[in-house]
């Protein structure tokens, strides 16, 4: 069963229209008959469905309560109307209601737009519970790969760069032990000792590179700057940081978050932009933390969805969207055609 509320101002339609639902099997939990009635009986019964007639008496026409009930509770509303009017139209869409009952009303119709609208509501629910598994379900992978690479990471450093550092020693044993007469096996064991301690800075940078151990040894305002000079070293570009004290703002997740983020969005830019200049800023500001990355290259199109939801993005972006939701904060994106892309995220300041 589900719960019907009717909004209609002459009392004898509402009934026989109460009727008719009632004998298709719906549950009228309520029958209004001016907007502000409608208001306080639909805050107070919470159905599922309203049928709201549109010309009502008093301050509030339909589509107003309508849009201060949809802004108050999770409903659907279906509008009734004598006539839908170009102004009626123009305010009732913007509500994105489940349908519209035209008159002459027939049962046929009133049956086919209240189905319609329950089934669409159910569509929803089911999208909406699919979504939010989506999301925990990326916030478990992202939570898994950051323990990984730190695994690895640690993993590298320690057994297998504790590893090389004996076998150096042991070469600089065997060193020693050589004939003085025999120069051209020192030189050997030499240049072998070279060749390990290059493997042993790869490994550093290898297990530097998978987790962000500056954040943890520097503080992350350090890493940040360190990253936008590791990133930027091999291509030519001015870089303009203002990057403030944000140590200890964060617990070192949501830094690593913010350093992952922020990994993104210089990335694209070396990758993506062609730029001349890189702006980054890092600031505090009562509550809150704002980053921004901004460039003066390329740009590209920002698609906006409906409700200006981003619809198509790469991996890339839509990670960065992931992780500044994980952190409770929104991001923004504006770019255009040949003037440059600018990224900037607020996230509320946690510790
Ligand atoms: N700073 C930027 N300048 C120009 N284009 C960008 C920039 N950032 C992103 N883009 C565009 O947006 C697309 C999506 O980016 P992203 O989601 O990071 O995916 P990827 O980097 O893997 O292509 C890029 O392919 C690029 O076309
Ligand atoms: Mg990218």
Redesign the pocket.
Known sequence: MHGIMVVKDEIVLAMNLEELLMSMGYEVVGVAYSGEQAMEMALDLRPELILMDIVLPGELDGIAAAEKIMSEIDISVVFMTDFLNKGFLERAKRLEPSGYILKPFNDAQIEAAIEIALQRREMEKDLLESEKRLRQLSSHLMETQERERRRISLELHDELGQALTVLKLKLSGVDRKLPEDRPELREDCEELRQYVDQIIGKVRRLSHGLTPSNIEDLGLSAALSLLLEDLTKHVSIETKTEIGEVNHLFSLEAQINIYRIFQ?AL???V???Q?SLISIVVKEFKDTLTLAVE?D????EVKKGKKGKSTK??????AMEERVRLLGGSMDIW?RKGKG?RLTFSVPITE
């Not at 290259?297 to 590209?300: E, L, R």
């Not at 993005?313 to 839509?318: A, E, F, K, P, W």
């Open positions: 993104e990335t694209n830019v990758k993506h932009a730029a460039d290259g390329n740009g590209f993005r790469g991996l890339g972006l839509t770019s892309t």
